[in-house]
């Protein structure tokens, strides 16, 4: 009996684990990324220093994500992420500090519950010509007090695309915690035949009762090798004086395996502090996952600012009572990606 059992329901058991797993799947991706620096805050008497860094190109990172068809269109899915130094092998936030959500995702969109992307960081990178890479990026308007990049505890929704438009929307509530704020956010994305348009708008509210508004506009398109992206990101923080303002415009053309980028920058503060910055860098790929790059970025301040230079996971500032110093660096890069 038990030998004919297996005879007769051995393939079906077999078949039936084989479906099971093709219903669902994890994957294991990263990225490590490292260059050799030349570092310069342009501060009187303090002169350049030689660095390695970790993630001038891409955050070195690991992560983990995966999907579990549940029927019906209907897909259960994650996504935790590690980012990490690879210069000292040590963690750069929290161990799943880069995203950390697990939703659903059909025909209606999706819902994300987690440690999220804010709608106004989808706008600024997709219109960044480095995508946040690289020295010079826009990631320089994100931070202490001026835009707000990654949201814990958010729940987050998106639209399906109708016609290449597409929705975000996210709350992030404060949960009574010190220095906390509660974010309302929303964006709204154009993507098509190589024209991208998108705008979002955070209302930031602090524990105070205060609020602080951010803005974001991007525009992009492609044509040949040819990309042209730029973008204005505005945070208004509660109380005059305060409003900070950058504007990005670049542009970067395929040169055989290699591509190279470049991007004009200004930055301004009220009360008269204003940078200006230059970038450029070249990527060369060595294979579809490895590739090299060197990058250089310079920024001018006036009497009245000391604003930096950012790559994706290291910036270049000039201390807090430099005023006018005139940051730059050079770096030469190896970038995995798996």
Same mark, same amino acid.
């Given at each position: 009996m038990t030998k004919k059992f297996w005879l007769v329901a051995g393939p079906a058991l077999v078949a039936f684990h084989w479906s099971a797993q093709a219903q669902s799947s994890v994957t294991v991706y990263g990225v490590v990324d490292a260059a050799v620096a030349i570092e310069d805050t342009g501060e009187a008497g303090r002169g350049s220093r030689k660095v390695l860094n970790s993630g001038n190109q891409s955050s070195s990172r690991l992560g983990f994500r995966g999907t579990e068809d549940l029927g019906g269109g209907l897909k /259960? +899915? =994650?996504?935790i992420e590690h980012g990490f130094g690879v210069d000292t092998g040590t963690a750069d936030s929290a161990f799943w500090g880069r995203r950390s959500v697990v939703g659903l995702e059909g025909g209606f969109g999706s819902l994300m519950l987690g440690r999220?992307? &804010?709608?106004i960081a989808g706008v600024a990178s997709a219109s960044d010509i480095f995508g946040q890479g690289f020295f010079g990026t826009n990631l320089s308007a994100f931070g202490t007090g001026r835009l707000t990049r990654r949201l814990s505890n958010s729940v987050n929704y998106r639209t399906p695309s109708f016609g290449g438009v597409r929705a975000s929307v996210v709350a992030s509530p404060s949960e009574g915690a010190a220095g906390a704020s509660k974010v309302l956010g929303l964006a709204v994305e154009y993507s098509a035949s190589g024209l991208y348009a998108g705008g979002g708008y955070h209302d930031v509210e602090r524990l105070t009762g205060e609020k602080d508004k951010e803005y974001a =506009?991007? *525009? $992009? !398109?492609?044509? $040949? &090798? +040819?990309? *042209?992206?730029g973008n204005l990101l505005v945070a208004d923080p509660a109380g005059a004086g305060n409003k900070f303002e950058q504007l990005n415009l670049g542009a970067s053309v395929g040169l055989g395996k290699g591509r190279l980028f470049g991007n004009v920058q200004s930055n301004r503060l009220d009360g008269g502090a204003k940078g200006t910055g230059l970038a450029v860098s070249y990527a060369y790929? *060595? &294979?579809?996952?490895?590739? +090299? !790059?060197? &990058? !250089? /970025?310079? *920024?001018s301040n006036n009497e009245r600012a000391r604003f930096g230079l950012n790559s994706s996971s290291t910036n270049v500032t000039p201390a807090s009572a430099a005023l006018g110093a005139d940051p730059s660096v050079m770096a030469f890069g190896l970038r995995h990606r798996f």
């Amino acid at each position: 009996m038990t030998k004919k059992f297996w005879l007769v329901a051995g393939p079906a058991l077999v078949a039936f684990h084989w479906s099971a797993q093709a219903q669902s799947s994890v994957t294991v991706y990263g990225v490590v990324d490292a260059a050799v620096a030349i570092e310069d805050t342009g501060e009187a008497g303090r002169g350049s220093r030689k660095v390695l860094n970790s993630g001038n190109q891409s955050s070195s990172r690991l992560g983990f994500r995966g999907t579990e068809d549940l029927g019906g269109g209907l897909k /259960a +899915v =994650f996504n935790i992420e590690h980012g990490f130094g690879v210069d000292t092998g040590t963690a750069d936030s929290a161990f799943w500090g880069r995203r950390s959500v697990v939703g659903l995702e059909g025909g209606f969109g999706s819902l994300m519950l987690g440690r999220e992307l &804010s709608p106004i960081a989808g706008v600024a990178s997709a219109s960044d010509i480095f995508g946040q890479g690289f020295f010079g990026t826009n990631l320089s308007a994100f931070g202490t007090g001026r835009l707000t990049r990654r949201l814990s505890n958010s729940v987050n929704y998106r639209t399906p695309s109708f016609g290449g438009v597409r929705a975000s929307v996210v709350a992030s509530p404060s949960e009574g915690a010190a220095g906390a704020s509660k974010v309302l956010g929303l964006a709204v994305e154009y993507s098509a035949s190589g024209l991208y348009a998108g705008g979002g708008y955070h209302d930031v509210e602090r524990l105070t009762g205060e609020k602080d508004k951010e803005y974001a =506009f991007g *525009l $992009g !398109y492609r044509f $040949g &090798s +040819v990309d *042209l992206k730029g973008n204005l990101l505005v945070a208004d923080p509660a109380g005059a004086g305060n409003k900070f303002e950058q504007l990005n415009l670049g542009a970067s053309v395929g040169l055989g395996k290699g591509r190279l980028f470049g991007n004009v920058q200004s930055n301004r503060l009220d009360g008269g502090a204003k940078g200006t910055g230059l970038a450029v860098s070249y990527a060369y790929d *060595l &294979s579809k996952r490895t590739n +090299v !790059y060197a &990058s !250089y /970025a310079r *920024l001018s301040n006036n009497e009245r600012a000391r604003f930096g230079l950012n790559s994706s996971s290291t910036n270049v500032t000039p201390a807090s009572a430099a005023l006018g110093a005139d940051p730059s660096v050079m770096a030469f890069g190896l970038r995995h990606r798996f």
